[in-house]
Structures are given as C-alpha cells and as structure tokens.
C-alpha cells in the first residue's frame, strides 16, 4: 500500500514538473480513464501501462519531442528505481 | 455545448444586435458633418467601418472570455478552480461591457443632440457607466489573480513591488495632469462642442479621477499577479499556456487605459483629422483584439490539458 502511494506520488511529481497544478489532474484522469483504478491504488506492473496512456495524451499536448522524450524517459526509470529523480 | 454557456453567447450577440441596430438608426451628428465636411450617406458608411470592426473585436473579447470560462468550469472543484472563475467572470464583465457601453453611449449621445438641456447628464451617466464597468472587472480580475498567488503562499519580494508602485505612481500623475488641464473638462470651449466631463473639479477628482487611478492599479495589479503565478508556477507546458493569458490580459488592461488616457483630451483630439481619430481607435481596437486572442489561445491550450 505504502509502495503503491509512493510510486503514484512519484508519477505525481514527474508530471508536475510538465503540466504544474494540472499535472496531479492527468494523471488521475488516465487511472480512471484507461486502468478503471482508483488513484493511489497503483502497482508497479500497472505503472506500465499507465506510462503508456500518459506519454500518449502528453504527445496531444506538445510538438515538443524532446520534451515528450525526457518526460517518457523519467517515467521509465521510475519503472527501475521505484522513485522520482 | 454548456447551456450557461450557451445562453451567454445568445446574450451577447442580442446586445451587438441593439448596438447594431441603434448605429444605423440613429441620424447622424449634424455638427460631425459639417466639421469632417461630410454628407449623411458617408457618416453612415463611416459608421459601418467603425461598426463592423467593432463587432469583430467584441466578438473576440467574447470567444477570450468564453474559453477561459469553460476552462475554469472544468477544474472549479480544484483549489486553482476559484482563482480562474474570478478572471474569467472579470473578463466576462469586460468583454459584455463593451457592447453595453456602446449601446448606453449612442443612446444617450443622441437624448444630448437632440435635447441640449440633457447634453451633461448624458456625459455624466455616460462616464460613470464606463468607469462601473471598468471599475467592476478590474475588482474580480484582481480578486482572481490575487488568489492564484495566495495558492502558492509565495510573498513577492519588496524591491519589485516598489518599482512598479513608483512608475504606477508617475503614470497616475500624468493623468490628473492632463486631465486638470484640459479646458473642455468642466465646460464646453469654442474649440470643443462637448466638455469631457460636465463636474466641477472636486467632484471629477474624487469621483473620476480617484476612482480610476483605482481602476488601473487594480489592472496592473492583476496583471502583474498573474505574470508573477507564470514565473513562479511548476510545469514547462502550464506556463507557457499561462505565458499567453498573462500577456493577453497586459494588453487589454494597457489599451483599456489608453482609452480613458485619450477620451479625458477632448481638446486634442477635436483639433486632429478624422484620418487621424479613426487609426486612433482602430489603433486601440487591434490592441484589445490581439489581447484576447492571446487569452483566447492561452486559455484552449490549458483546457486541452483538462481534457487529453
């Protein structure tokens, strides 16, 4: 329970860094929308997948590819260290 | 498409509609006419020129003030929610402002042609009408600003906010300068048919002048809170959205004072061209449009992240 708030939180973190006070609102959005979980109750074999959903909707958001690159390379290592650099 | 929504657009467009109705209905000034050497048929085309870009810019105030609307509809339950109701509300305010202004202000620049006895009621109500719209937008506008700060409990250092309170401090007087010395304040004069603001002194200086000072520091206040939340907020792409309304509202809140700066020269501006007058006022409109598309685009750009 407490691995699972930790990596939402982490997930929570990354995202901010990108989409500031709304970052916390995509990121529940693409739980309910696409993993039908409540936020919060995440697993890192779900966080797969949720890494998915999020690099898709954030490449709606920006041409940016080094962006959307850097944001999906945080999100993998989130996948290897369980934490937000 | 959300029927509050909706109904405000339905609202807005009646008002052009009476505006647009009064424009062309209204007979022409005979005194313009003769002064600009023009015959009734060109007034009216004049009026259309006017007119129709006029319509353009209202309409894109209301497409500024709708986007950024439904945005803050969309995260209200969220602390930043109440913050962006209070701008778009304030902008709301001032974008339906400009048609009711314009319809108050034809009908009663005709009651004055047509009954001179009325000529200075009709400017004074006429001022104060402006000065209730301006005055309550601005009031939301910092309200919401203000509020967007306070969500991120950063206190702004002293240093800046002196800096801008002592150029906010010349430009207020600047304005009690011109508007002081301008001989068709309080009177017509020979060289201007109408006086700018029928009031004797003290009541121009407390219940004009005093209020709009008001009215500009909380413009700028607003703006710089807002600009202040972009600097400070987290997020690459929100602040770069947030970049766009910040600079939108600096633009409408600049040219929102240049009109109060240019209608409180009533002699100046009686002694320029018509050529003149019109670059003036399609000036001041390109200013208040490209604001609100800034808004506009802003504002669809973080409603985008509500919604992917």
């Known amino acids: ?85 | 498409m959300h029927r509050r929504v909706r109904n405000r657009i339905i609202l807005f467009i009646v008002l052009v509609l009476i505006n647009l109705a009064l424009t062309l209905s209204i007979p022409p000034d005979v005194s313009v006419l003769r002064r600009y050497n023009l015959e009734p048929s060109q007034i009216l085309l004049l009026k259309l020129i006017v007119t129709l870009p006029l319509i353009a810019i209202w309409l894109l105030a209301l497409y500024g003030f709708v986007t950024v609307y439904r945005y803050a509809s969309s995260i209200r339950k969220h602390k930043d929610g109440n913050a962006f109701l209070s701008i778009s509300t304030g902008l709301g305010v001032l974008a339906f402002g400009l048609p009711l202004q314009s319809i108050s202000v034809s009908f009663l620049d005709y009651m004055g042609r047509t009954r001179p006895a009325f000529e200075p009621a009709s400017t004074i109500i006429s001022n104060y009408i402006a000065l209730g719209i301006i005055l309550t937008s601005f009031y939301i506008l910092h309200k919401g600003a203000l509020q967007l700060n306070q969500n991120l409990k950063v206190k702004e250092p002293s240093t800046r906010s002196l800096q801008w309170q002592v150029v906010f401090g010349l430009f207020s007087l600047l304005y009690v300068y011109l508007v002081f010395h301008n001989p068709a304040r309080s009177h017509p004069t020979e060289q201007v048919a109408q006086a700018a603001y029928y009031l004797p002194d003290w009541l121009i200086f407390t219940t004009v002048v005093l209020p709009y000072i008001a009215v500009w520091y909380l413009g700028i206040q607003s703006a710089y809170n807002i600009y202040l939340y972009q600097q400070r907020v987290k997020g690459i792409l929100y602040k770069q959205a947030l970049r766009f309304i910040a600079s939108g509202i600096v633009g409408v809140v600049a040219a929102s004072m240049l009109v109060r700066f240019i209608a409180s020269q009533t002699t100046y501006l009686s002694s320029i061209g018509l050529r003149a007058v019109l670059l003036l006022i399609y000036m001041l409109l390109i200013s208040v449009s490209i604001g609100y598309i800034f808004i506009a685009s802003g504002a669809r750009r973080l409603h985008k992240m509500e919604n992917v």
């Open chain 1, 1 to 85: 329970m407490l691995a699972e708030k930790k990596l939402y939180e982490a997930i929570i973190k990354i995202t901010e860094d990108y989409l500031g006070p709304a970052g916390q609102r995509f990121i529940d959005r693409q739980i309910n929308d696409h993993l039908q979980k409540e936020p919060g109750k995440l697993n890192k074999q779900e966080l797969e997948r949720l890494s998915e959903w999020a690099r898709l909707a954030f490449a709606l958001l920006t041409n940016d590819q080094t962006l959307l690159e850097e944001y999906s390379k945080r999100l993998e290592r989130l996948k290897v260290s369980g934490t937000a650099e």
